[in-house]
Nanobody, 123 residues
Framework: QVQLVESGGGLVQAGGSLRLSCAAS????????MGWFRQAPGKERELVAA????????YYTDSVKGRFTISRDNVNNAVYLQMNSLKPEDTAVYYC????????????????WGQGTQVTVST
């Protein structure tokens, strides 16, 4: 069956770094754009970054540009989110998701979801 399994979350001080990983299985990974979403308490789920099927296209929300980098490995069916210069406002549950289209920005367009990993940035 389809699985997306995130890892790498945790507690980090402001200014620190974390690298999230998402291992995919059960579908043809290279046929899907991949995105990282986050959801903070009381807020809507938002797209943080996305990478196209081949990896040639990327999207970043404005608040993470220059700090976060999304990458994917179509051989090992994985997607990563390198997060640098973390801020307290980056605190959220982070989800990876798969989109059969072209890097959609709204959650409803994504077909498959992981269970999420908590990222907490302290001051």
């Amino acid at each position: 069956q389809v699985q997306l399994v995130e890892s790498g979350g945790g507690l980090v001080q402001a200014g620190g770094s974390l690298r999230l990983s998402c291992a995919a299985s059960g579908f043809t990974f290279s046929d899907y754009a991949m995105g990282w979403f986050r959801q903070a308490p009381g807020k809507e789920r938002e797209l943080v970054a996305a990478r196209s099927r081949s990896g040639g296209g990327t999207y970043y929300t404005d608040s993470v540009k220059g700090r976060f980098t999304i990458s994917r490995d179509n051989v090992n069916n994985a997607v990563y989110l390198q997060m640098n210069s973390l801020k307290p406002e980056d605190t959220a549950v982070y989800y990876c998701a798969a989109d059969h289209g072209w890097m959609a920005t709204i959650p409803d367009e994504y077909e498959y979801w992981g269970q999420g990993t908590q990222v907490t940035v302290s001051t």
